[in-house]
């Protein structure tokens, strides 16, 4: 008799305490849970097997990955109802020690062990990134990680992002724009936050795909050197350049950012790398810069940040995204990143949320891989691709619940006078007839 999806209903109400609100669909075709509620689809047991050796995020993202589970149904309603269950859980919420503790918990344990069939570990999927010693943010780990995202291939990336190839939140004074304007908006209010003009010197740290070192050069006659640990990255981002005819002003280079040794600097932007950056590590970051920086100028940092929790030893980085998005990645409060920067020696003049931006920015990649899906599979692997559908529409509504949100800090070099350069009315930048 075809009942596995009833079992599963049962034990899984059982392990969480709650019953679970989507429906489920088993590998023997039956189905139980709430009508009409999105489906969950369990291909095989080996499903079963990853969450019971990894319980939890990581043993989801392992059978989703390897293509055990499935959605059938919208993915963002889908991930919303679980998310109570799985990510929003709190710090009150029960670990999974304290549940074992209850004799219902380890009776539905045990019959999910026996439902699941053979005791072996199934191997992660080859997508997971593997390191014995993690957050050690040495010059060669952060190279390590950064190329496990970043050299993807450059083909799969375009189907994402588009023709602007700005990996990062874009900016939507009107969000009925199309991304290619939300992204140009964003590049241009970073340009002028950083009060850009013809001939200065930026360095874009993380320069990416070399979005904004063109944006600066072109439409500011800035002097640019972005800087990369991506091969694939710097190999594109020069063709641009050159294809833009703008290699009298602007240089990219495979570079640490603690290796840049020719300073000084009249503005800096950094948009979307610190989060690689790590938590013991940040203060170096921003003594770094501050030091490359010329006296009165001016740093853009744009930055993921988390909630702050109330026992900050107890964070714990997402399973994951550090196992399969950005291994080595570090979120910190907003407050912890403009205490850094100002221990530095900088002066923060003003600090911009851009949290619902990202959510827009995500829902829009995400329609593009969807849309874009077949070849994304075959650039990348059906693995890889699955990883960046689910990571994407996850982190659309972690941005969208306040679970995590995106951060422009503006900060000085303010030099001994006090003379910082900034307008008694900061506040005057934006896109022409943009606000």
Not at 43 to 71: M, T
Not at 247 to 267: F, L, M, N, S, W
Request: include cysteine; charge should be neutral.
């Amino acid at each position: 008799m075809a009942d596995a999806a009833q079992r599963l209903q049962g034990l899984f109400a059982q392990m969480l305490g709650a019953p679970l609100p989507v429906r489920i669909r088993a590998w023997d075709g039956s189905q139980a849970g709430p009508p009409g509620a999105p489906t969950l689809v369990v291909r095989n047991r080996r499903a079963l097997r990853r969450l019971l050796w990894k319980p939890g995020e990581l043993g989801l993202a392992r059978a989703w990955v390897a293509g055990d589970l499935d959605i059938d149904g919208d993915l963002y309603t889908t991930l919303d109802l679980l998310a109570g269950l799985v990510w929003e859980r709190g710090e009150d919420a029960r670990t999974l020690t304290q549940a074992l503790r209850e004799p219902e918990v380890r009776a539905a344990v045990r019959g999910l062990v026996r439902l699941a069939g053979s005791p072996l570990p199934p191997a992660p999927p080859r997508e997971e990134a593997r390191s014995p010693r993690r957050h050690l943010h040495t010059k060669r780990t952060d190279r390590r990680a950064i190329s496990h995202h970043y050299d993807v291939g450059n083909d799969f990336y375009e189907i994402v992002l588009g023709p602007s190839m700005v990996y990062s939140c874009a900016y939507w004074p009107d969000p009925d724009a199309t991304l290619e304007q939300a992204q140009h908006d964003k590049l241009e209010l970073v340009c002028r936050k950083l009060a850009l003009s013809p001939g200065q010197r930026l360095l874009d740290v993380g320069c990416g795909w070399g979005s904004m070192a063109v944006h600066a050069a072109r439409e500011h006659g800035a002097h640019v050197v972005g800087v990369t640990l991506s091969q694939e990255q710097a190999a594109y981002a020069r063709k641009r350049v050159a294809d833009a005819g703008l290699t009298d002003k602007v240089e990219i280079r495979v570079q640490d950012y603690r290796d840049v040794r020719d300073g000084p600097y009249d503005a800096m932007s950094s948009i979307g790398m610190a989060e690689h950056v790590g938590a013991d590590r940040y203060l170096e970051y921003a003594a770094d810069l501050h030091d490359l920086l010329r006296p009165g100028g001016r740093l853009l940092n744009h930055q993921i940040a988390r909630r702050p929790r109330r026992d900050e030893d107890a964070y714990l980085v997402d399973p994951f995204i550090d196992s399969y998005v950005f291994p080595d990645g570090e979120l910190q409060p907003i407050g912890t990143t403009v205490a850094q920067l100002e221990r530095a020696g900088f002066e923060v003049r003003d600090v911009e949320s851009l949290r619902e931006h990202y959510a827009l920015t995500l829902r829009r990649w995400v329609t593009r891989l969807e849309a874009g899906w077949q070849r994304a599979v075959e650039l990348s692997g059906p693995g890889r691709a699955r990883v960046w559908r689910l990571y994407m529409a996850a982190s659309a509504l972690a941005f969208e619940r306040n679970r995590i949100g995106v951060n422009q800090v503006l900060a000085v070099r303010t030099p001994d006078s006090g003379a910082s350069g900034m307008p008694l009315r900061a506040r005057t930048w934006g896109a022409p007839g943009r606000g």
